[in-house]
């Protein structure tokens, strides 16, 4: 699917578990959400760092309005990595996006996978993994 970056702007997808996505895209933030009813079940969300690579602030699913293992944290990372590439894109700088798996409870070594399977990579900081997209 073309994907094109207004500012501001929100795009909805439907999935087949029973939410939609809808996704919120800037130049220095993008957040991805969830809904399930009227309610956020889960939210994916980065911002652009001073030095000029995205940092992917949570992902999160909550089990009490989404089950867990059903692929809606995979699908909200990979929404949320093609807004990126698009903000990348339109300002015509190469993608880097970093994360430390870890935080909000949750098994580190779970979540270190989690992004592993995401097509994330150790990067040369032992507590971060990198994800490149595109060349500028």
């Given at each position: 699917m073309e994907r094109?970056?207004?500012e501001g702007a929100t795009m909805a997808y439907n999935l087949p578990?029973?939410?939609?996505?809808q996704e919120f895209c800037s130049p220095q933030h993008i957040a991805v959400h969830a809904i399930k009813g009227h309610m956020i079940a889960a939210s994916a969300e980065a911002s652009f760092m001073p030095d000029q690579?995205?940092?992917?602030n949570r992902v999160?699913?909550?089990p009490a309005r989404a089950p867990r293992g059903t692929g809606l944290g995979s699908e909200l990372?990979?929404?949320?990595?093609?807004c990126i590439v698009d903000a990348d894109r339109v300002a015509g700088r190469a993608t880097r996006v970093v994360?430390?798996?870890?935080g909000y409870g949750a098994d580190p070594e779970k979540q270190f996978n989690f992004y592993l399977k995401a097509g994330f990579t150790r990067s040369a900081e032992p507590e971060l993994l990198e994800w490149k997209g595109i060349a500028a």
């Open positions: 094109k970056l207004i578990i029973g939410c939609t996505i690579s995205w940092f992917i999160v699913v909550l990372v990979r929404h949320l990595l093609a994360v430390t798996p870890g």
